[in-house]
């Protein structure tokens, strides 16, 4: 009983509190715990007694404990656990949004990068190297960068330069913009989100570890303490020497010797020293379990504090974060919006010019490239009949029939003559929309045969362009064949190396890829006609002797330009030979075909250079079959009568305006052509093909009779004087462009309307009823005044002028045929842009109308060779 009470005192003084007691495995356990209980009660007494506190305020720490969450227990591990798997799942969520972030910041810098070489290609200078190229000089890279930009300018054109100018703009502000929101959400979701999962889940791991193992070495001094043998038995325990258990069995042993040996003196002594000195070891041990305990305690309180405040600051930190990312995401889309916003006001003044072009260009070309395109296809439809005519008659005589046999034509050349092959690709040049004036210096061009000098060549016949000026004869080969000829050198080309090649194409103005060889000079050179049989069975061959190369075979692509290569290189030669230089009369013994031709290389065609030209002469019937001799007399009358330039009174002009009626110098040409086939349709009379009514219209109205019209209020315009024949150019466009664009010299009545509606209103009307009555010189000036041709009269069955022109009667009191004007006055309408296809109101087109209504056989015959009927 003694030795009880001494060790509970230890305990209760030492303030461990024994929650778990093992029970003895011995029969009488009941007695054992019985005793053990009054033992307990005694104790308790006897340490309330003797006023230890701690033994008291133990025991309530003891009663706390048993509900402290974070007490050794079942419910704290599950909670840590919980909470530390939580974590693991928020750090891998976090670490996917970390590197999902790092991955769209690394597409949106590739995007922005992606995005800036777009706004500088925008800007026209994209494409160059942003290194110092090795031997280019950074001034030699800025002038050639400056090149480059002017002529993708002068390619765009400069309403497109400048959307793009704004677009680049737009693009480049906004490029710089996601930069910035690219940078926002990497340090955002990424590293703040990176930082903060590695961190928290680093302190956790450690502090979870700090606690397992304090919690662990508590547990394991507290059971070897716990789990010692009763103080009943005898002797100690050899295997523990060192613990609170053999400290107990110990001082068991002490206290069955004091009971014994009560009576002596000497031995009591002894045992007195022993006890002391055993229960001082007790006690520290008790003390080293309390520390242990108290140590897993805080451990425990650390991990679950860092837990709950991790959750806070979860919300906090990772929320801020987020947050600043949103405010980011907001900046950049107004910072967008408002670049967008302020960029509007330049964007809808470039798309109201845009839509005011397109809609011009509705009107006025559309509508010209439809009546171009309707007439193609007339003729398309025309040739397929004739194709399908020929077929018909070629399967009869393959079958012997005689009747088509006896009537078909065996020579080639009459065969060719008969469906006008040669001639077909001069009638479509001459009525093509896309006209470019010919080179003065160019007499002679067009496409040619060559025949190569090899022995033995793939190709022994290469067609190629050949050009004679007045001094030599030249074609242009094409750089592409040489290239493919060495592209195999080429395949260590660096890429700037074949983007400078480029640029200096496009620099020097040979982007073409067209190399011209010279041949041969003029005045040295000796034309040989060949026959078919010395040029391997190939007709319209001839060759050029020279005395120092060799003879150089060249076949044209048919009659007409053999003769005109033939005819030109020997009237250039003897030109050469017999004044030194070309003669002006040169051009007009070149050959019989037009000199327009479509553009080679580089051709500049504005929208006022589309032709209107009614229904055009596609078919073999359509054209005038005219003699020389017939062209000639209409071309000496017509230059007599207008002895002079209608502009500038240059002597002896041959170039006509066919829908102004006059005459007019080479240089005043020039400018006409220059004001758009709209204003003036310009031709030669010496190398153009006129039909007999071009010929006739000019005949009919001339200088004379236009001329006053058109400078009716000239001498009441200060400051305007008519050029001389020596003016230079820029006087000689200011006046024509007045007279005739600007319409600065014409009269005007008050009592023709007070407003350009109204004037355009009154004229139309004096078209129409000039046009009844043929009055070729009221329609001139109808016409000068803006009168509209198509215009249709409700009083009159929805007739237009063309309409009423066909049916004007020929005068009672005459039968002369040059009195009647009345093919003249169409002829001039047609000009002017009149449609032979417009429907009445009774659906007839203006030849179904003259048939109908009995119009002479002039006019009928005139309308059927326009149509091609």
Request: charged share 25%.
């Amino acid at each position: 009983s003694d030795l009880v009470d001494d060790i509970a005192e230890i305990e209760a003084q030492s303030g461990l509190t024994v929650h778990k007691v093992e029970e003895p495995s011995t029969n009488d356990s009941k007695e054992q715990s019985s005793e053990a209980e009054s033992e307990t009660a005694s104790d308790g007494d006897s340490a309330a007694k003797s006023g230890h506190e701690r033994s008291s305020s133990t025991g309530s720490a003891a009663a706390s404990s048993a509900t402290s969450f974070i007490a050794d227990s079942p419910y704290f591990d599950a909670f840590t656990n919980a909470e530390i798997q939580s974590l693991a799942v928020m750090g891998e969520t976090l670490h996917g949004i970390s590197e999902k972030a790092r991955t769209l910041t690394r597409t949106g810098t590739f995007m922005s990068e992606a995005s800036q070489r777009l706004a500088q290609c925008c800007k026209l200078r994209g494409g160059f190297p942003l290194e110092p190229v090795e031997g280019k000089s950074p001034e030699e890279m800025k002038h050639l960068e400056e090149e480059v930009y002017q002529h993708r300018k002068m390619a765009i054109g400069d309403d497109m330069t400048k959307l793009l100018m704004v677009v680049g703009s737009l693009v480049d502000e906004i490029a710089e913009a996601q930069i910035n929101l690219c940078r926002t959400l990497e340090s955002t979701l990424g590293d703040t989100f990176e930082a903060f999962v590695n961190s928290e889940l680093q302190t956790v791991n450690i502090l979870s570890h700090e606690a397992t193992a304090a919690t662990e070495t508590a547990e394991s001094l507290y059971s070897k303490y716990i789990t010692a043998k009763s103080p009943n038995l005898e002797g100690t325990n050899s295997k523990d020497k060192d613990g609170p258990g053999f400290m107990r069995a110990a001082w068991a042993g002490r206290g069955r010797s004091r009971g014994s040996n009560a009576g002596r003196g000497a031995g009591g002594a002894e045992d007195t020293l022993t006890r002391a000195t055993l229960a001082a070891d007790l006690r520290v041990q008790l003390d080293q379990i309390r520390l242990a305990q108290t140590d897993a305690e805080v451990k425990r309180f650390q991990l679950m504090k860092h837990l709950i405040d991790l959750k806070h600051r979860r919300n906090f930190e990772l929320g801020e974060s987020t947050m600043a990312l949103v405010h980011g995401m907001r900046a950049f889309h107004h910072h967008s919006s408002d670049v967008v916003a302020g960029s509007l006001p330049k964007l809808h003044r470039i798309q109201e010019h845009q839509v005011s072009l397109s809609t011009n260009f509705a009107d006025s070309v559309v509508p010209k490239w439809h009546a171009r395109q309707v007439d193609l296809e007339k003729f398309l439809k025309r040739v397929e009949k004739d194709e399908l005519e020929a077929s018909r008659i070629a399967h009869a005589v393959s079958a012997g029939d005689p009747k088509f046999i006896d009537r078909q034509i065996t020579k080639v050349d009459e065969i060719e003559k008969q469906v006008r092959l040669w001639e077909l690709p001069n009638v479509i040049s001459e009525t093509s929309y896309f006209q470019r004036e010919k080179l003065p210096e160019i007499l002679v061009e067009g496409w040619l045969y060559k025949k190569s000098s090899a022995m033995i060549s793939l190709q022994p016949w290469q067609r190629r362009w050949f050009v004679m000026d007045h001094q030599a004869i030249y074609y242009y080969r094409d750089e592409n064949e040489k290239k493919s000829a060495s592209g195999s050198n080429n395949k260590n080309q660096s890429a700037w190396e074949a983007a400078s090649a480029w640029v200096d194409d496009v620099v020097e103005g040979d982007s073409h890829s067209a190399h011209r060889v010279k041949v041969c000079d003029v005045v040295l050179t000796t034309v040989r006609e060949l026959r078919a049989a010395d040029a391997q069975d190939r007709r319209f061959c001839f060759q050029l002797v020279t005395p120092s190369e060799k003879p150089l075979t060249l076949q044209a692509r048919g009659p007409i330009e053999y003769r005109m290569w033939i005819d030109g290189i020997r009237a250039n030669a003897e030109a050469q030979l017999v004044h030194g230089n070309h003669s002006d009369s040169l051009n007009k013994n070149i050959g019989k075909s037009s000199a327009r031709r479509a553009s080679l290389g580089n051709c500049s065609v504005s929208e006022d250079e589309y032709e209107d030209q009614g229904e055009m002469d596609l078919t073999p019937g359509l054209a005038d079959d005219q003699s020389p001799a017939t062209k000639s007399r209409f071309i000496t009358e017509i230059m007599a009568a207008n002895p002079t330039c209608a502009d500038c009174g240059a002597a002896n002009p041959d170039w006509a305006s066919l829908n102004l009626g006059v005459l007019v110098c080479v240089e005043c040409s020039g400018v006409h052509r220059s004001l758009g086939v709209h204003v003036s349709k310009v031709r030669s009379l010496m190398l153009d093909s006129l039909s007999e009514s071009d010929y006739k219209l000019l005949l009919a109205l001339g200088n004379e009779t236009v001329n006053p019209i058109w400078e009716g209020n000239v001498a009441q315009q200060k400051g305007w004087t008519k050029p001389s024949p020596g003016a230079d150019r820029k006087a000689r466009d200011e006046w024509i462009r007045s007279k005739y664009m600007w319409k600065g010299f014409l009269v005007v009545e008050d009592s023709d309307g007070s407003s350009e509606e109204e004037r355009v209103q009154k004229y139309t009307k004096d078209l129409f009823d000039a046009a009844k009555m043929a009055d070729i010189v009221a329609m001139a000036e109808a016409l000068s005044h803006g009168a509209s041709v198509n215009w249709k009269d409700p009083n009159d069955g929805g007739k237009t002028a063309l309409h009423v022109c066909v049916l004007a009667k020929r005068p009672d009191d005459s039968n002369d045929k040059d009195v009647w004007l009345g093919k003249e006055c169409a002829e001039l309408l047609i000009q002017n842009g009149a449609k032979m296809d417009t429907l009445d109101g009774a659906h007839h087109n203006v030849l179904d109308c003259a048939l109908l209504a009995g119009a002479s056989v002039e006019m009928v015959g005139y309308l059927t060779k326009k149509v091609g009927l």
